[in-house]
């Protein structure tokens, strides 16, 4: 069983429609969660950390649910430059080891 | 957020031939470099996690002889490709994990990526 398991998609929506991705995890006590966001032939660069309370930041917000062991990430009034893949990421308890998901491509249509 | 480049961003050889890549952090002492592979359409793969003045940890699967890492410097980390293949084509990217200070813990900083292209 993977790690991470993440919807490829690609979600392709209209401009101002909200849209959510998850992402699931296999170890129970994996310690910190992130999404990136990987623009085309580009490294990933972080979006934003997901704490078990929740946060949010402008259009964004991320949800960790460590019952169901799942993440998600949301985004409000979306804008066409917010096309890009979404990567979630799962860091094991010891620290050292990241497991990214396999991406959810995201494109935002005029 | 912290500075990490790469060079070369991107390089293409004959097979047979060794490559060697270079993962530096900028503005930052980094203990911890990760390299990782991505092909076309797919996810991130870890390769190997390097800490620095002492042996990489490869993944399963990753030939530590293939892929020669070096962590000499809090800086500064190397990837070589030995013998590369046309298989080995990829895009290469390293990260590194600050010492202290700026971000979270676990926040990784992502060089620009090598593209490499073995003919």
């Known amino acids: 069983r993977k790690e991470v398991e993440q919807d490829p998609g690609p979600f392709n929506v209209p401009e101002g429609a909200t849209v959510a991705f998850n992402c699931t995890y296999s170890?129970?006590?994996?310690?910190?969660f992130f999404w990136y966001r990987q623009d085309c032939r580009k490294e990933p660069k972080l979006l934003m950390s997901?704490?078990?309370s929740g946060n949010e930041d402008g259009r964004f917000t991320a949800q960790l649910n460590r019952a169901s062991q799942y993440i998600s990430l949301l985004i409000r009034d979306s804008k066409l430059s917010d096309s890009a893949t979404y990567l979630c990421?799962?860091?094991?308890?010891?620290?050292?080891?990241?497991?990214f998901g396999t991406g959810t491509s995201l494109t935002v249509i005029p | 957020g912290a500075v990490v480049s790469q060079h070369p961003s991107r390089v293409i050889c004959k097979s047979g031939t060794s490559v060697k890549i270079e993962c530096r952090s900028l503005?930052?002492?980094?203990?911890?470099m990760f390299w990782y592979r991505q092909f076309p359409k797919q996810s991130l793969m870890l390769m190997a996690t390097?800490?620095?003045?002492?042996?990489?940890?490869?993944e399963q699967g990753v030939e530590k002889d293939k892929f020669l890492i070096n962590h000499a410097s809090l800086t500064l980390s190397t990837l070589t490709v030995t013998s590369a293949h046309p298989e080995d084509s990829s895009f290469y990217i390293c990260?590194?994990?600050?010492?202290?200070?700026?971000?979270?813990?676990?926040?990784?900083?992502f060089g620009p990526g090598t593209r490499l292209t073995v003919l």
């Open positions: 390097s800490n620095e003045g002492s042996k990489a940890t490869y």
């Open positions: 503005d930052f002492q980094a203990t911890t």
């Open positions: 990421v799962v860091v094991t308890n010891t620290g050292n080891q990241f497991y």
């Open positions: 990260s590194a994990r600050e010492h202290r200070g700026r971000g979270s813990y676990n926040e990784q900083f």
């Open positions: 170890n129970s006590a994996s310690q910190s």
């Open positions: 997901v704490y078990s």
